[in-house]
Structure formats: structure tokens, C-alpha cells
């Protein structure tokens, strides 16, 4: 079963690619995909399958309470999210994952007594959808073949506006459906920018006490680094309700730092 996969299992189960990244090899892709993926994937990378991340930040569990978590996502088979909070300074350990297509959530006080478990079919849908959104921290998962990208940018000429792109893909049996705002590039300056500035994507949730239903998820990117040839966002807002006013309000409830991302 899926929890009784660590880690370290599931970062060892990763399988090494022999291919590196040709930026040649996206001419078919619309002009603003091309160039988030070249800004995203530095040329001759080795195609990763893997990355294990090392973060801090806060989440919001009514208030804002501090958070230190280590993730791995491995793209043919999911990922786990393993992190302490501390509430009234108290630690609650667990972690949320989704693995082989089932997808739970367990956190303990004090590692020892029970918080919040959830699994299920709803649980899981929710957990592919997570998979989705990181896929921002895995470019290379956004290479593959079978991801379809469309541009809504062909009818403007003002090169100074951002770009946005939809990706659509197969996770874990689920579709995405991603939109991404991507910076515009900069002609005066000389500049052919890619940075990813937010994305957003349906993700199954009953946040507000109804049936499970899709509702609008997404993020802000604040900062980005590269690490060992990605260029990943490293400072995020992510949250319900994303495009609109609640997500300010109430939407939001998660920030994080990366730290450190290592890829395979």
C-alpha cells in the first residue's frame, strides 16, 4: 500500500533517463512554450524523472503556523509530501501522497496521536491534482510528447504583455488541464524571458462543505533559482479560489521556500 512507501523508496525507484534536453526539439510547441521550456531547462540537462525538494514556509490551519517538509516527486509514480508544523509549539508530524494511484493523508501531534487521516477515491482525485500543479517543479515531466500545449497570445502584436499557455496531459488517469501566465519577453532589453509567474488548474476539493466538486486552484510565483540546469520557482503562494478576489480572502493557505532541489 501506499504508506508503507518511504521517501527514499519512492526516490529510489526513480528511473534514470538517457536523454538531454535539445531546445530544437520543441519547434512544433507555440512560441510562448518554447519559451518557458528553454528558460525552464538549461541546454544538454539530462532529462530528469525525479526531484526531492527541501522546503520551509507556513500553511494556514486557521492561523499561519511555520512548516519545514522534504518532498519527492517521482512522475510515473506520484508523490509524497512529508513535513512538521508547529502548532502552540507543538510539532504535527505527517505527510500527504499520492502513490500507484491512491492517494491519503495522516498527521499525528507529536508524531504520536492522530490529527487527520483521509483516503479514498475523493482523497485521491484531489492528490492527482496536486501531482498536476507540481509538475512546475519537474520541467521535464512537461516535455513529453503527449503533452498538448495551446496559446491564446496569436491575436495580440504588444510584445510587452504576458503570455498564456494551457497544457493539457494525462496523470494517474486524470487530465489537467493547466494554465500558466508566462513573463512576455522584452525586445528593448534584449531579453527572451520564460519565467513562469502563476498557474492554475481545476482540482477536485469540498473546501466549502458541499459535495466534492472542481473548484479553481492555483499559485503565485515570487522567486525562481536554478538548480543543476532547472530553473524552478523557489518562493510560492498557492490557494483555492485562484483568479479571484477569495483567494486573498480566504483562498490562500499555503507559502513556501524551496531550499534545495535535487534531480534524477
Keep these: 500500500m501506499s504508506k508503507e512507501i518511504s521517501l527514499n523508496t519512492l526516490w529510489n525507484s526513480a528511473i534514470s533517463k538517457d536523454r538531454v534536453f535539445h531546445s530544437d526539439e520543441l519547434s512544433h ?4 512554450a518554447r519559451r518557458y521550456l528553454q528558460h525552464a531547462i538549461a541546454p544538454g540537462t539530462k532529462i530528469a524523472s525525479a526531484v ?10 486557521k492561523s499561519w503556523i511555520p512548516f519545514k517538509a522534504e518532498q519527492v516527486i517521482c512522475w510515473e509514480r506520484g508523490l509524497i509530501w512529508s513535513a512538521t508544523a508547529w502548532m502552540n509549539g507543538l510539532p504535527i508530524v505527517g505527510s500527504d501522497r499520492i502513490i500507484d494511484g491512491v492517494g491519503s493523508m495522516q498527521w499525528k501531534l507529536l508524531g504520536i496521536f492522530p490529527v487527520m487521516s483521509a483516503t479514498g477515491s475523493d482523497i485521491t482525485r484531489s492528490a492527482v491534482g ?3 500543479a507540481e509538475s512546475v517543479c519537474l520541467p521535464s515531466a512537461l516535455c513529453a510528447d503527449d503533452i498538448l500545449w495551446t496559446s491564446t497570445d496569436s491575436s495580440h502584436s504588444d510584445s510587452n504583455l504576458d503570455s498564456s499557455l494551457h497544457s493539457s496531459f494525462l496523470v494517474q488517469g486524470e487530465r489537467a488541464e493547466l494554465d500558466f501566465t508566462i513573463e512576455s519577453a522584452k525586445p528593448r532589453l534584449r531579453q527572451q524571458t520564460g519565467r513562469l509567474k502563476t498557474f492554475k488548474l481545476p482540482r477536485w476539493n469540498n473546501l466549502d ?15 525562481e533559482r536554478t538548480f543543476s540546469g532547472y530553473t524552478i520557482p523557489t518562493r510560492l503562494r498557492i490557494g483555492w479560489y485562484f483568479g479571484t478576489k477569495r483567494f486573498e480572502s480566504e483562498g490562500e493557505f499555503f507559502r513556501a521556500t524551496i531550499d534545495d532541489a535535487i534531480y534524477r
Design 29 to 32: 510547441l507555440p512560441e510562448a
Design 52 to 61: 526531492r525538494l527541501y522546503m520551509h514556509g507556513e500553511i494556514k490551519l
Design 130 to 132: 496536486r501531482l498536476q
Design 209 to 223: 462543505g458541499s459535495e466534492f466538486h472542481y473548484m479553481d486552484f492555483g499559485g503565485i510565483m515570487e522567486e
